[in-house]
Structure formats: C-alpha cells, structure tokens
C-alpha cells in the first residue's frame, strides 16, 4: 500500500526566503503526484501535477521535481510571501482509478 | 465557472440520524471522489466513481453509500450518523486518467459534527 509522508509538519520562513517542501513516497509505482495547497476553513486547490512520464513541472514562482527512483516529490517556492503561507499537501496516485494517497501536509508561515 | 460545489457547508446531527451531502461538478468530468479529512489522519478516499451509474469503494468506506444517478453529481449518504463520522467531506472530480492533464480539483468541503 502506498504511504505518503510529509516532513516537516510544519515550517516558518521571513519573507523572501525560498522555500523548499518535502514529499516522499514508498511505492515507486506511483504514477503522478499532485501538489495542493489548502487554507484554513477552506478546499484544496491544485498548484502543480506531474505525470508519471516528467520529472518537474513549474507554474510561476513554484515549481516541483519528481523522482520516482527514489521515492521523492519536492515543491520549490521562490521569493516566499506571506499569502503563501498556508498547508501544502502532495499526494500519488495509483495507474488505475486515478485514486490519491495523500501526505499529512507541511504547515507554512510565511512571516512579513 | 463554478466547478465543484457541495451542499451543504455544515451540518450537526445527532447519533442516528441520517443525511444526504450533494456534490456537483460543471466540468464533465467522469470521475469524481469522495474524501474526509480528520485531524492527525489527513485525508482519506471514501467512495469514488468512475462514470455514472458506477461507484467503487475507497479506504474507509464502512458506514456510507454513494450514488452516481447523473455524470454531474455525486451524493454520499450517511444511513446512522456515527460520532466517528464527524469529519470535513471533500468531493472531487477529475476527467478520465490518460486524456491528458487529469489533476483532481476539490469543493470547499462540508463541515459535519455528529452529536
């Protein structure tokens, strides 16, 4: 079974310090990942999916890598600000039924 | 646009009780999901569908039902509200795995609490 481990659990950062979250994965089956982030009270929105067949994929500021090898997802944000701060999950999932195993998520504050 | 929406938002219940939460998506999506999301245990997969007139069971599906009567929407039913089913439910939709991007895009969650 797949388990999917975020750590640390949660972080705090100045503002304008890069940020780097972490997302590791026992299955290296998995077949893409998803990087998410949710405010509190609120749903997940969907920041960057990599598909099994790339290895980064980069929207903006953000940009995550993917290696299946080793089990590991990364989330890069560059030039953090205080409305990044927020919980950032990554989450697999499996070739069939696009069914996601999600991390426990990393807690970011961003502080001005 | 609205994407994924659910209904309702909130909702107390006492022990026993039985209710219905709605989701529906404007996106044609096949696929859609149910998930909760517990403090400590993160969010874990319900019920999901993979078409209308489908539904398949998830991680922790004891203690509901779904029906997919519409590609649109998606209903999950508790049939004996249980104080272990007080939890955020999050629904979710994704077009089919393989047509190109399938990233899953989630509602805004309803906020259950079983008394």
């Known amino acids: 079974k797949q388990e999917v481990t975020q750590i640390p659990a949660a972080l705090s950062v100045p503002e304008g310090e890069n940020l780097v979250l972490n997302c590791s994965f026992t299955?290296?089956?998995?077949?893409?990942l998803q990087w998410f982030r949710q405010d509190p009270g609120k749903g997940l929105t969907s920041l960057l999916l990599i598909q099994s067949s790339q290895r980064e994929q980069t929207s903006g500021r953000l940009n995550a890598s993917l290696d299946k090898s080793s089990g590991r997802s990364t989330l890069y944000i560059a030039a953090s600000q205080p409305g990044d701060s927020a919980t950032y999950l990554c989450?697999?999932?499996?070739?069939?039924?696009?069914?996601?195993?999600f991390g426990g998520g990393t807690r970011v504050l961003v502080k001005p | 646009n609205a994407g994924v929406t659910q209904t309702p938002k909130f909702r107390v219940l006492k022990t026993g009780q039985s209710m219905t939460l709605l989701c529906a998506q404007d996106m044609n999506h096949e696929y859609m999901y149910w998930y909760r999301q517990d403090p400590g245990m993160g969010l874990r997969l319900i019920h999901y569908?993979?078409?209308?007139?489908?539904?398949a069971k998830g991680e922790v599906p004891d203690g509901y039902n779904v029906s997919r009567l519409k590609k649109q929407n998606f209903l999950l039913g508790l049939e004996s509200a249980a104080p272990s089913q007080t939890s955020v439910y999050f629904c979710?939709?994704?077009?089919?795995?393989?047509?190109?991007?399938?990233?899953?895009?989630f509602g805004p969650g309803t906020r259950l609490t079983v008394l």
């Open positions: 299955d290296s089956a998995i077949y893409n």
């Open positions: 569908s993979v078409g209308e007139g489908t539904t």
């Open positions: 989450a697999g999932d499996e070739a069939a039924g696009n069914k996601l195993t």
């Open positions: 979710a939709s994704s077009s089919t795995p393989g047509t190109g991007r399938y990233e899953q895009f």
